[in-house]
């Protein structure tokens, strides 16, 4: 007991894969069907961290009471208000949409966490978690985030062709999933173009925010752009398999991570899982949505995909299914296999 005492949080922060995501408005559904496609094949345990609206908070502590004892088990949440450290706060909230500028000030607020994996409520997760946490470990030594690529092809990439701030490389990243190293952005002077000298992350995000904000238009991710143009030493560029997104096959098909090896994280932007202009995205949101939690994966979740996905064939991005479809077979035959062993193993000993 004595050793609990001296290390409270040691247990959850040291075994936990730390999600964070923020939730205003309409979007309640929404992350809770991220964060079942984040407990539905994750291996090691969770740790959500759930930034939200008061008038959310009590909705989100009931609906994930209501999951089976078999998922609830793996993971452990926290809900936070919204708050803004520096500058205006109703000036950060209104930034492109409705709090998402929280994600910027994710390295101040949970001074306790190490590292940290955000993502926008419009995602799914279509393999582990554990693969792009793994990825922390392949930093080098002046790495402390990493996002994927805006667009594969300068010309049809939105920075590339209209942006008027400065930003990372030469199509823009994308901030929908960051994996961030928060010890280390907590711990880094950061090149910009206010001062000579470095500044640190929470000092230099309301003056940069003041200097720019009549040029930005996708609010805190131009401004994730505009730091790492000037410290782009600092920034891991993942692949665009790990942040997919209608972009990549409503033009054509131009991301080949996701050819060869398949879709690891869905990214629905433009509101695509709530119309029919990519019914593709739309019937993996309403197919994990409606998945029982204790039935069979195969039966319930992926047959029922494969079907949906022969209405889509006539669609752009419904062309390629097996680029949606290869990944999240293959996390649900080792799901499904370690269950058996499991089993097995289980009935062995009698």
């Known amino acids: 007991k004595s050793g609990e005492q001296k290390h409270p949080k040691e247990p959850s922060s040291l075994q936990c894969m730390h999600l964070a995501v923020v939730a205003c408005g309409d979007r309640l559904e929404e992350t809770l069907i991220m964060l079942k496609s984040a407990v539905l094949f994750s291996n090691r345990r969770l740790c959500f961290h759930i930034f939200a609206e008061d008038s959310l908070k009590p909705e989100f502590e009931t609906k994930l009471k209501e999951w089976p004892s078999s998922y609830t088990k793996k993971f452990e949440s926290s809900i936070y208000p919204i708050t803004f450290s520096v500058g205006n706060a109703q000036e950060w909230k209104k930034l492109f949409k409705p709090c998402a500028a929280q994600r910027l000030f994710l390295p101040v607020i949970l001074k306790d966490v190490d590292s940290l994996l955000y993502v926008d409520t419009d995602v799914l997760f279509l393999r582990p978690i554990d693969d792009i946490w793994d990825l922390l470990r392949e930093f080098n030594s002046t790495q402390l985030a990493a ?23 030469t199509t823009g990243v994308n901030s929908g999933v960051m994996l961030m190293n928060l010890t280390r952005i907590r711990s880094t002077h950061f090149k910009n173009s206010l001062i000579p000298g470095g500044l640190t992350w929470e000092e230099m995000l309301y003056p940069l925010y003041q200097k720019y904000k009549n040029y930005i238009t996708w609010g805190d991710q131009d401004l994730l752009n505009i730091i790492f143009y000037f410290n782009p030493e600092c920034l891991y560029v993942f692949p665009c398999q790990w942040n997919y997104r209608p972009d990549h096959c409503m033009y054509g098909s131009n991301c080949r991570g996701a050819e060869e090896e398949g879709v690891s994280i869905l990214h629905g932007n433009r509101g695509v899982y709530h119309d029919d202009k990519q019914p593709t995205f739309k019937a993996l949101y309403e197919v994990i949505r409606d998945f029982p939690f204790e039935d069979n994966l195969f039966q319930s979740l992926y047959y029922p995909l494969q079907s949906r996905f022969l209405d889509t064939v006539h669609t752009l991005c419904g062309r390629i299914p097996q680029v949606f479809l290869k990944q999240i077979e293959k996390t649900m035959k080792k799901v499904y296999e ?10 062995h000993r009698y």
């Open 338 to 347: 370690n269950r058996v062993i499991v089993y097995l193993g289980a009935n």
């Open 147 to 169: 996002m994927a690529p805006e667009h594969e092809i300068p010309k049809i990439g939105w920075y590339s062709r209209f942006a008027r701030h400065p930003y990372y490389g």
